[in-house]
T-cell receptor, first 114, second 111 residues
Framework: GNSVTQMEGPVTLSEEAFLTINCTYTATGYPSLFWYVQYPGEGLQLLLKATKADDKGSNKGFEATYRKETTSFHLEKGSVQVSDSAVYFCALSVSNTGFQKLVFGTGTRLLVSP | DVKVTQSSRYLVKRTGEKVFLECVQDMDHENMFWYRQDPGLGLRLIYFSYDVKMKEKGDIPEGYSVSREKKERFSLILESASTNQTSMYLC??????????FGSGTRLTVV
């Protein structure tokens, strides 16, 4: 089946620290991979995506590289800010006859202190 | 920008009540989804729809039904609410492979 495994949180960092949130996946076929972010009291927003192996998605200083050989899509940021505090979800999509359905990980809460 | 609007941010309902959660999107997307979000479990798909009057079960459809009479509106129905349906409910829409847009969520408490 299709599944996503994320590191458990919370991840607690000081401002300007380096961030890594691990994500690995199991999928049939060739999925697309996504990171979504959920700020307090809000719905999920797409942060970045990659659609094929070795692609790098990036946005707002965050990056993730689609690694087929390790079935991973780890999220990184060089210097986090307090405003990055949120819950981060890794997800994959599987397409049947062109219809995309997302499978999510359990989410990782990031807490950044000043 | 695509907007997905969920009718209520917070709801409190009694056990056994019939509950309607409404979701409206404004960008003519074919696909719409209902998820529930619980701590430690992430997002789990309840139902989805790829066209008007079409619906498919997701991973946890038991105790829920849906309605899609118009393209822009997708309703989630709890036929007889139970305390184990207390959760955050998230609606989303998408167009083919271009990612999902989520609503802000409805936090439902069943007492």
């Amino acid at each position: 089946g299709n599944s996503v495994t994320q590191m458990e949180g919370p991840v607690t960092l000081s401002e300007e620290a380096f961030l890594t949130i691990n994500c690995t996946y199991t999928a049939t076929g060739y999925p697309s991979l996504f990171w979504y972010v959920q700020y307090p009291g809000e719905g999920l927003q797409l942060l970045l995506k990659a659609t094929k192996a070795d692609d790098k998605g990036s946005n707002k200083g965050f990056e993730a590289t689609y690694r087929k050989e390790t079935t991973s899509f780890h999220l990184e940021k060089g210097s986090v800010q307090v405003s990055d505090s949120a819950v981060y979800f890794c997800a994959l999509s599987v397409s049947n006859t062109g219809f995309q359905k997302l499978v999510f990980g359990t989410g990782t809460r990031l807490l950044v202190s000043p | 920008d695509v907007k997905v609007t969920q009718s209520s941010r917070y709801l409190v309902k009694r056990t056994g009540e019939k509950v309607f959660l409404e979701c409206v999107q404004d960008m003519d997307h074919e696909n719409m989804f209902w998820y529930r979000q619980d701590p430690g479990l992430g997002l789990r798909l309840i139902y989805f729809s790829y066209d008007v009057k079409m619906k498919e079960k997701g991973d946890i459809p038991e105790g829920y039904s849906v309605s899609r009479e118009k393209k822009e509106r997708f309703s989630l129905i709890l036929e007889s609410a139970s305390t184990n349906q207390t959760s955050m409910y998230l609606c989303a829409s998408s167009w083919q492979g271009y990612g999902y847009t989520f609503g802000s969520g409805t936090r439902l408490t069943v007492v």
